[in-house]
Every structure is written in structure tokens, then in C-alpha cells.
């Protein structure tokens, strides 16, 4: 059974930093990418980034302040924010596809991560 649990998020003042992971189970996470979305209030998912084999890429409000890493021995993907604004303020999800198979994709129950001072 396919399973992504994030964690991390929380109550952080403009300015400070905050790390996301996401543990994944129930599938070979080395042959999947990664991709983490957040959702702001009223707003629709946005994609953030993603880390597909090697390589990551970013939406361009969070480039140069967000980092998507994987630790494949851990079966775990993280996002460390830095610089975060309260426009960061959204539920942050982790989601799974495969690039070869398009009916996997899965997605965590999301964490809130509110910038506030």
C-alpha cells in the first residue's frame, strides 16, 4: 500500500526557515519522482518543485529560496524553505508519479506551513 506522510510544517516568523519531509512506503521510491505542491487558501494546487532522477526544478517564486532533496536510502524527499514570506502560507503536499506508468500518482495528507509574525 502506497503511503507519503509529511511532516514539518508549522508557525515560522518572515524571514526563517522551515524543513519538510516526506516519507514514502509501499513502492521502490528510487524510480519515482518527487514533486511537492502547496495550496493556499482560495487558491489552486501549485506545483513548487520537483526532483526527477538527478535533477530539480522550482516554480519561480520560490527559486533561489526553496531546496527539493531525496534520500532514496530513507525513502524520504525534503524541502528545506528558507527566506519564507507569509505569500509561502499554504498545506504543502508531497505527490509521486512515474514517469512510465501515468495511473501512479499519489499524494500525502499535506502540512500546513503558516508565515507569520
Known amino acids: 500500500q502506497v503511503q507519503l506522510v509529511e511532516s514539518g510544517g508549522g508557525l515560522v516568523q518572515p524571514g526563517g526557515s522551515l524543513r519538510l519531509s516526506c516519507a514514502a512506503s509501499?513502492?521502490?521510491?528510487?524510480?519515482?519522482?518527487m514533486r511537492w505542491y502547496r495550496q493556499a487558501p482560495g487558491k489552486e494546487r501549485e506545483l513548487v518543485g520537483a526532483?526527477?532522477?538527478?535533477?530539480?526544478n522550482y516554480a519561480e517564486s520560490v527559486k533561489g529560496r526553496f531546496t527539493i532533496s531525496r534520500d532514496n536510502a530513507k525513502n524520504t524527499v525534503y524541502l528545506q524553505m528558507n527566506s519564507l514570506k507569509p505569500e509561502d502560507t499554504a498545506v504543502y503536499y508531497c505527490?509521486?508519479?512515474?514517469?512510465?506508468?501515468?495511473?501512479?500518482?499519489?499524494w500525502g495528507q499535506g502540512t500546513q506551513v503558516t508565515v507569520s509574525s
Open positions: 505527490n509521486a508519479v512515474h514517469k512510465l506508468f501515468t495511473n501512479f500518482n499519489y
Open positions: 509501499g513502492f521502490t521510491f528510487s524510480n519515482v519522482d
Open positions: 526532483v526527477t532522477g538527478g535533477s530539480t
